[in-house]
């Protein structure tokens, strides 16, 4: 694998869950493989979990770790390219690139979304440009459209804590205060159309996310209804995606509190679990009661953030022999 972003890049959903849990239940089986070999962690964004868990991931690899937090410390970075660099970036990404995957043989990268302009942040321009000029493996550690290793680390999840075939899995938009990417909601419908469940979206009209990710998928704009015989309800923010209103990218449209999830949404569920990736606002997103519920999966779902980068980093140092 020289590229993880999307489902696809895994191949075979189940044959790659089945390698999760083989190294869930003995996370070190691998050690050797990663014996000399550096990952390097590019953070443009905040994280404490993808942080963590990758650089856990690596080391149970064997694999030498390099963090950067590009806004502590290095220079400031130009992106776009032909500009007179007269301002307050020091130093320009197409330089920057070669030389930081020249001491690494594995690139991560974070780059959200900046809402600036809807079509550099899906054509990706900034992981673009790092699978371009690096000529190293990159994986996503959440872009500005997609974040693939809490995608997986979800299934991982569905897959340990269904009670039935195929569970019915509902993915809700709940309210936030401040814009957030399309990143999660963008990469957990995509893989939620590859796996084995009864998929349903719901969220305020006007949230509608990009047909690429989405799909398919049954959207019901009347979240009590999505939520009936619910087997586990995911919830996250995400601001305006521009697919029916593209000047509203970006924009925080509703803030409607009636859709924070709560006792009331769960009790037509069928006894769900709760979903949420973290960070998450209490009695924003769920109250109180909901998240510290015993039905709530949020911890063992981000502990799983170490089992799906351990995965993606063990298929990318294998396509490295
Ligand atoms: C980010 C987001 O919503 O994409 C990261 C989530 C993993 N969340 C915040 O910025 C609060
Ligand atoms: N879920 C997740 O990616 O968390 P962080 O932003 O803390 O890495």
Redesign the pocket.
């Known amino acids: 694998m020289r590229v993880f972003r999307s489902v696809k890049d895994l191949g075979n959903l189940d044959a790659a869950l089945k390698e999760a849990f083989e190294i869930k239940a003995d996370r070190f089986k691998y050690q050797e493989l990663g014996r000399n070999k550096t990952a390097l962690l590019i953070f443009f ?7 963590l868990s990758t650089q856990k991931a690596a080391m149970n690899l064997g694999m030498n770790v390099i963090v950067l937090d590009v806004n502590q410390g290095a220079w400031k970075l130009e992106t776009e390219r032909g500009v007179v660099m007269d301002g307050d970036k020091s130093e320009h990404l197409l330089e920057a690139i070669p030389v930081m995957a020249s001491y690494c043989d594995i690139i991560g990268v ?1 780059s959200f979304a900046t809402f600036e302009s809807r079509e550099n942040d899906y054509n990706e321009k900034i992981l673009e440009q790092f699978i371009q000029y690096s000529g190293k493996p990159v994986f996503f ?2 872009s500005a459209t997609v ?1 693939p ?2 995608s997986f680390a979800d299934l991982i999840t569905i897959e340990e804590y269904k009670e039935c075939d195929r569970p019915k899995v509902v993915l809700t938009w709940a309210p936030h205060p401040k814009a957030l990417p399309q990143a ?1 909601p963008n990469s957990f419908a995509e893989w939620m159309n590859a796996a084995n469940v009864d998929f349903v979206v719901t969220h305020p009209e006007g949230y509608e996310l990009d047909p690429q990710f989405v799909g398919n998928a049954r959207v019901e704009y009347d979240q009590m209804k999505a939520f009936e015989g619910a087997d586990f309800i995911y919830a996250k923010n995400w601001s305006c995606p521009g697919v029916t209103c593209p000047e509203d990218y970006g924009k925080v449209l509703s803030k409607d509190m009636s859709w924070t999830v709560g006792k009331r949404q769960m009790a037509v569920t069928n006894n769900a679990h709760f979903m949420h ?3 998450v606002r209490r009695n924003m997103i769920v109250t109180d009661d909901v998240i510290e519920s015993p039905r709530s999966l949020v911890i063992p779902e ?1 502990a799983n ?1 170490e089992i799906s980068a351990t995965v993606v980093l063990k298929r990318m140092l294998e396509a490295l022999k």
């Not at 964004?45 to 942080?51: A, H, P």
């Open positions: 964004n905040n994280s404490l979990r993808t942080r974070r550690m959440e974040h290793l809490q999660v990736c973290l960070p981000a953030r």
